[in-house]
């Protein structure tokens, strides 16, 4: 759940650049039909099976146009809900129930699509060691919201963002000049409270970042052969995630090597909306 204070702090500039994207001057629509303020009230209705998530942010939406409106909710973030279901009643001025329906339906649409496919995917290693994690493969200036999502589907985060921990990839290799390089430089600019992660695509690597001191070492596109031959030659003196072409349908035989962790982009970039909708607006005053 986003607090108050966490919204505040980390959500409203989002929010409100949202609703500046879709109300440039004014809402022509609903001015036309409602010239003067109104209180009215709406039903949120579910219109598939999914987790849903992001009724915080549902009713941030509306109270950021209107503080004096609520969301009366039957059900909490990371709920099963089912097609049909009230899911809650938005009560407000009907100007800003009108003028931000859009907006907050996007929101929840998106987060509960997340959660959904999240909550999916966790499912398939709940009988492992293995931990699922997302990426930075965020849409823009909606990661606090795709990341969240992730939790509240029982995924966990990796880093938010650059300024989080030091995840060395290929390009840093590179421009290192080798696996052995980059690790010694991140170590010696890096805090030493912060781990190093760095990105193998063969077993020579491998070596090279056991060899060199890495904390995480991320077997990235290898196929499962590999992937079992680097965590046997790994054997617990580093951390291991998978990440590359992971799929719902690999996820068991991924954990069954014993990796640690298994990265998934499609849990942010590839999740389909949840489907629900905003109906019966009613004019109550």
């Known amino acids: 759940m986003l607090n108050g204070v966490t919204m505040k702090i980390n959500v409203d500039d989002y929010i409100l650049n949202t609703l500046k994207e879709d109300i440039t001057s004014e809402d022509v629509s609903t001015n036309a039909v409602m010239p003067e303020s109104k209180q009215g009230r709406a039903d949120l209705i579910c219109k598939q099976d999914g987790i849903v998530c992001?009724?915080?942010?549902?009713?941030?939406?509306?109270?950021?146009?209107?503080?004096?409106?609520?969301?009366?909710?039957?059900?909490?973030?990371?709920?099963?809900?089912?097609?049909?279901?009230?899911i809650g009643v938005i009560y407000g001025d009907v100007k800003a129930i009108l003028s931000g329906e859009r907006t907050a339906l996007n929101y929840l649409q998106r987060m509960s699509g997340i959660a959904t496919m999240t909550r999916e995917y966790s499912d398939e290693l709940k009988d492992y060691k293995t931990v699922l994690l997302d990426t930075r493969k965020t849409t823009p200036n909606m990661r606090p919201f795709e990341k969240h999502a992730v939790r509240?589907?029982?995924?966990?985060?990796?880093?938010?963002?650059?300024?989080?921990?030091?995840?060395?990839?290929?390009?840093?290799?590179?421009?290192?000049?080798?696996?052995?390089?980059?690790?010694?430089?991140?170590?010696?600019?890096?805090?030493?409270?912060?781990?190093?992660?760095?990105?193998?695509?063969?077993?020579?690597?491998?070596?090279e970042?056991?060899?060199?001191?890495?904390?995480?070492?991320?077997?990235?596109?290898?196929?499962?052969?590999?992937?079992?031959?680097?965590?046997?030659?790994?054997?617990?003196?580093?951390?291991?995630e998978c990440s590359g072409n992971v799929t719902k349908q690999r996820l068991r035989e991924i954990a069954e090597i014993g990796v640690d962790f298994v990265s998934c982009g499609a849990l942010t970039h590839s999740a389909p909306i949840m489907d629900v909708s905003l109906k019966n607006l009613t004019v109550i005053d």
């Open 152 to 207: 509240v589907g029982g995924g966990t985060n990796h880093r938010y963002n650059l300024s989080d921990g030091v995840l060395l990839k290929d390009n840093h290799i590179g421009a290192a000049g080798s696996v052995t390089n980059a690790i010694k430089m991140a170590k010696a600019y890096a805090p030493f409270v912060r781990k190093i992660e760095i990105e193998t695509e063969t077993l020579e690597q491998v070596k």
């Open 54 to 86: 992001g009724l915080d942010v549902f009713e941030r939406t509306f109270k950021l146009l209107d503080e004096t409106s609520r969301f009366e909710a039957n059900f909490s973030d990371g709920d099963f809900v089912k097609k049909g279901e009230l």
């Open 209 to 240: 970042a056991l060899e060199a001191g890495a904390d995480i070492i991320m077997l990235d596109n290898m196929d499962n052969e590999t992937m079992k031959k680097a965590v046997e030659m790994i054997d617990g003196r580093a951390q291991t």
